[in-house]
Nanobody, 130 residues
């Protein structure tokens, strides 16, 4: 069992930066590095969409085209934390941002679907004003 809690959201202006954090707590028998971690977002009236994912040790990171070059994901396995650094924020980035953990086996396929992740945080609101 994995519990995730996001923090760091807020109201910013276009062009600003924000850093989201996700703290994990994991039941005994597993470690944080057993899980691939991902970030998703959901804007009002829209489906939850993939933002990025980071592999177990952080050696492989993949981003959605919409955030590539502006957002970066990192993790600290010792602290059981994952981060989403968001730069050059735009109004279209406004959404609730969710941290997710995947203990599932997707083979060689990068986990970009909601169904690829089995644990989710409650989300943190990011609002970007123009």
């Amino acid at each position: 069992q994995v519990q995730l809690e996001e923090s760091g959201g807020g109201l910013v202006q276009a062009g600003d930066s924000l850093r989201l954090s996700c703290a994990a707590s994991i039941a005994s028998g597993r470690t944080f590095s057993d899980y691939r971690m991902g970030w998703f977002r959901q804007a009002p009236g829209k489906e939850r969409e993939f933002v990025g994912t980071i592999s177990w040790t952080g050696g492989s990171i993949y981003y959605a085209d919409s955030v590539k070059g502006r957002f970066s994901i990192s993790r600290d396995n010792a602290k059981m934390m994952v981060y989403l650094q968001m730069n050059s924020l735009q109004p279209e980035d406004t959404a609730v941002y969710y941290c997710a953990a995947s203990g599932l086996n997707t083979g060689l396929r990068t986990p970009t679907f909601v169904g690829d992740y089995d644990y989710w945080g409650q989300g943190t609101q990011v609002t970007v004003s123009s």
